[in-house]
């Protein structure tokens, strides 16, 4: 079996970058906690959704979100985030993101 990383799909592609980001880029706690080597509480939350925020990290995020939907509407709701906020706000991300991407081209 081939590993290259060339024959993945640019989706596995992503998900292994994405990882490498945030695996160098993310404080320890966070780290441990996306891994469930302690446990999530709300504050843990809300310091993972700002680094993975940071870094543009949405598998990440939407992940995170996922396996803790009773922390992901808290936090919505402190942020106030309604559809309109959180499709405003993903814009802002994927922006950024395109940016990143035009500035590795280069």
Request: charged share 40%; aromatic share 6%; hydrophobic share 30%.
């Amino acid at each position: 079996m081939d590993h290259n990383f060339d024959n993945l799909t640019e989706e596995q592609k992503e998900r292994v970058l994405e990882f490498g980001q945030v695996s160098a880029c993310c404080s320890e706690d966070v780290l441990e906690a996306i891994e469930e080597q302690i446990p999530m509480t709300y504050e843990m939350y809300r310091k993972c959704m700002q680094q993975l925020g940071m870094l543009g990290a949405i598998n990440s995020l939407m992940d995170l979100r996922g396996r803790y939907p009773e922390l992901a509407a808290r936090y919505d709701k402190d942020e106030g985030w309604g559809p309109e906020k959180k499709e405003e706000d993903l814009r802002k991300i994927m922006e950024k993101v395109r940016r990143a991407e035009e500035e590795q081209k280069k």
